[in-house]
């Protein structure tokens, strides 16, 4: 003991002191070397630094600066082929996520993700999410048995399922909609116009094959590609449908398909013609049933308007209610929301002449440990589907 306002104090060097008694000191968890403080490593390389489990409700990192992150995680060990994460989020909770990524800004990003030593990409008028690869953008594995689908998309309340089991049959896509591509337009002078053509659909399951041949002597036998026959169901159930269009010979009566098989099929010219006039033909079949991986069956001969799977409930979590361009306060992160169930807007409101769809447009995101801008959240690694479009008005004639 000494007098009043004395005490005895030992410890090391870069420690914060601490009470260890009413008289008494020594180290404390804290370190403080002059340019770095740290809990839990003597030796801290950050501004701050903390190693070490963190337990608690909440742990919050905020910055009010527009060209800084409000939390970064590192993982600086040399690259190789390890699974260590920069950052890894787990949660239990039903309506949570291991990892959130949420962007207020109207033109923000929530979550970027690149991969394979690439850079990131964003659109401008942002998204949900943006994820870059050399070679896969995106990854999506469902491991389910029964029925589920890899990724599912909703635009305005309607669905669509990629790589979709339904218990019974599987589908690449599946979904309101209709299936298209695009082409130069090459009545424009300039090419820069592209028109949209649409696949055709039908109730059914099917392929089919074209080809051509002759008859010799008013008559033809054509054979099925093994590679087609071997795909599709054909019998009395299933039957072979045959196209001919005959050519150059216009005095040919007609033709009729006569002894069709798995095989192949007969062309046979009516009235016992003799004719060696040329035709093209076109076949379509039933897809046959397919065993998939891990044993499940793919039921497609006998598929004919089969009911859809209804859409699935969805729920806003998170940070909510705020309007857009509008930041949370950062002390407390509100606009923070109740969670909501998500309503599709009135089609009555919905403009037809705006509802074509345009290449969205791409920046590449700056990358630095870690970081990326526009994005709420920033991750090295992918999360999830995505799936973005960009309206543009489109004049219809």
Request: glycine letters at 16%; a negative charge.
């Amino acid at each position: 003991t000494g007098a009043a306002g004395s005490a005895n104090i030992s410890g090391t060097t870069n420690r914060v002191i601490k009470f260890t008694g009413a008289t008494s000191g020594g180290d404390s968890q804290l370190v403080d070397d002059g340019v770095h403080v740290a809990i839990g490593t003597p030796f801290p390389s950050a501004l701050l630094e903390v190693t070490g489990a963190i337990a608690g409700a909440t742990t919050r990192s905020v910055t009010t600066n527009t060209s800084s992150d409000g939390l970064v995680g590192i993982n600086g060990a040399v690259i190789a082929g390890g699974t260590s994460s920069g950052v890894r989020g787990i949660t239990g909770q039903a309506s949570g996520a291991g990892v959130l990524g949420h962007n207020t800004n109207v033109n923000g990003t929530g979550v970027i993700g690149a991969g394979n030593g690439v850079g990131p990409s964003i659109l401008v008028a942002g998204s949900g999410g943006a994820f870059t690869g050399l070679t896969t953008g995106v990854y999506a594995n469902a491991t389910v048995a029964g029925p589920g689908q890899a990724i599912l998309a909703t635009l305005a309340g309607s669905t669509v399922r990629l790589a979709y089991y339904d218990g019974v049959t599987m589908f690449k896509v599946a979904g309101v909609g209709t299936v298209a591509t695009n082409v130069v337009d090459v009545t424009d002078p300039k090419r820069d116009r592209r028109i949209t053509l649409h696949a055709p659909e039908t109730p059914e399951i099917l392929f089919q094959d074209f080809g051509g041949g002759h008859l010799e002597h008013g008559r033809a036998h054509i054979d099925l590609d093994p590679r087609l026959a071997g795909t599709v169901t054909i019998d009395d159930k299933h039957p072979l449908r045959v196209f001919i269009q005959l050519e150059d010979d216009e005095d040919v009566v007609g033709v009729v398909v006569k002894n069709k098989s798995a095989k192949g099929f007969d062309v046979v010219e009516r009235l016992g013609g003799t004719s060696n006039a040329p035709f093209q033909w076109q076949v379509v079949a039933n897809r046959a049933d397919e065993l998939l991986e891990g044993g499940r069956i793919s039921h497609n001969a006998d598929m004919r308007f089969e009911p859809h799977a209804p859409s699935e409930p969805v729920v806003t979590v998170g940070a909510t209610g705020a309007t857009p361009g509008q930041q949370p306060d950062p002390a407390t992160g509100s606009g923070a929301s109740a969670r909501t169930t998500a309503v599709p807007p009135d089609p009555s409101t919905v403009d037809p002449a705006a509802d074509r769809v345009d290449d969205p447009k791409v920046i590449s995101a700056g990358c630095a440990a870690g970081s990326a801008a526009g994005g709420g959240f920033t991750m090295m690694m992918m999360a999830a589907g995505v799936f973005v479009l960009r309206r543009r008005r489109v004049r219809r004639s």
